[in-house]
Nanobody, 125 residues
Framework: QVHLVESGGGLVETGGSLRLSCVVS????????MGWFRQAPGKEREFVAQ????????FYSDSVKGRFIISRDNTKNTVSLQMNALKSEDTAVYYC??????????????????WGQGTQVTVSS
């Protein structure tokens, strides 16, 4: 059974930074494409960032490009999301997700097979 556990969310002021982490167990991590998504109240879950098996391919949504950095450490079964210059519109529950079928998962949440429970990020203005 595959488990994804996020941590690192919290309350931060506009312009601040947070680092989210997601630890994966139950499957060979280097065979999983990983992604971060977020969902704000009343909105659909949206793509934030994705990273391929070995980290060679990385993509971001336009809304976070230049501010967020996704990375992975295959020796620690961990994917991280460094979030800088946070804005109030970044407030959401953030989820990590794993795709077992593709080298890189894509922007559609339906592509992903496994999900974490989510971690709340709140940016105060």
């Amino acid at each position: 059974q595959v488990h994804l556990v996020e941590s690192g969310g919290g309350l931060v002021e506009t312009g601040g930074s947070l680092r989210l982490s997601c630890v994966v167990s139950g499957r060979t991590f280097s065979n999983l494409a990983m992604g971060w998504f977020r969902q704000a109240p009343g909105k659909e879950r949206e793509f934030v960032a994705q990273i391929s098996w070995l980290g060679g391919s990385i993509f971001y949504s336009d809304s976070v490009k230049g501010r967020f950095i996704i990375s992975r450490d295959n020796t620690k079964n961990t994917v991280s999301l460094q979030m800088n210059a946070l804005k109030s519109e970044d407030t959401a529950v953030y989820y990590c997700a794993a795709d077992k079928s593709h080298e890189i998962g894509g922007r559609n949440p339906q592509t992903y097979d496994y999900w974490g429970q989510g971690t709340q990020v709140t940016v105060s203005s």
